[in-house]
Nanobody
């Protein structure tokens, strides 16, 4: 069973940066597509970014493209989400997720079988 443990997040001002981390244990992340999803109060879950662990292929949601960057550290089995130029509309709970590689890339929202504990990101105006 794969386990995802997140760190990072917090309260920042408009235009600031934050980095989220997600460490994978239990199974090798090479068997998954890793992703970050977010959900704000009263809104639907939103795709933020995804990465193929092996190929390094990345995909981003339209609202974060050119501001957020997803990366990985092989040695630490950890993925990161670097968030720059944060806006108040980025405020949400961010989840690290993993979907089996049997799905297409990026996986659809209902494909993510494993979830981190969630991290609150709040951007003040």
């Amino acid at each position: 069973q794969v386990q995802l443990v997140q760190s990072g997040g917090g309260l920042v001002h408009n235009g600031a940066s934050l980095r989220l981390s997600c460490t994978v244990s239990g199974r090798t992340p090479t068997t998954y597509y890793m992703a970050w999803l977010r959900q704000a109060p009263g809104k639907e879950r939103e795709f933020v970014a995804a990465m193929s662990w092996i190929e390094g292929t990345r995909a981003y949601g339209d609202s974060v493209k050119d501001r957020f960057t997803m990366s990985r550290d092989y040695a630490k089995n950890t993925v990161f989400l670097q968030m720059d130029s944060l806006k108040p509309e980025d405020t949400a709970v961010y989840h690290c997720t993993a979907a089996p590689r049997t799905y297409g890339f990026p996986p659809r929202l209902d494909a993510y079988a494993h979830w981190g504990q969630g991290t609150q990101v709040t951007v003040s105006s």
